[in-house]
């Protein structure tokens, strides 16, 4: 029923730029709190950002400061903006509705590859 699209992914080189967005259907983000994690190959999969539904946020250490997530309730879109990438950020980033209350599971996208590299 829940259905996440991220989209904006790509390469990049470091010290560069990208935004990700995600665009949710068969649910209204404004009461949910959103996720973005990110999974390299071999690694575990790991919360980068979260947004609450009052708009607080949240960081990993790896990436404060440097990441920003945000929100737009009229659009049911969540977004990653992405600076000063590393090629340690190069990862499939998903986009995450996580289990509460109303859902028992988390929900995730298909992901979008994001590479840093020279």
């Known amino acids: 029923q829940v259905q996440l699209v991220e989209s904006g992914g790509g390469l990049v080189q470091p010290g560069g730029s990208l935004r990700l967005s995600c665009v949710a259907s068969?649910?209204?983000?404004?009461?949910?709190?959103m996720n973005w994690y990110r999974q390299a190959p071999g690694k575990q999969r790991e919360l980068v950002a979260g947004?609450?539904?009052?708009?607080?946020?949240n960081y990993a250490d790896s990436v404060k400061g440097r990441f920003t997530i945000s929100r737009d309730n009229g659009k049911n879109m969540v977004y990653l903006q992405m600076s000063s990438l590393k090629p340690e950020d190069t990862a499939v980033y998903y986009c995450?509705?996580?289990?509460?209350?109303?859902?028992?599971?988390?929900?995730w996208g298909q992901g979008t590859q994001v590479t840093v590299s020279s």
């Open positions: 995450n509705v996580p289990s509460s209350a109303w859902y028992k599971t988390d929900y």
């Open positions: 068969g649910t209204i983000i404004r009461f949910n709190a």
């Open positions: 947004i609450t539904t009052g708009s607080s946020t």
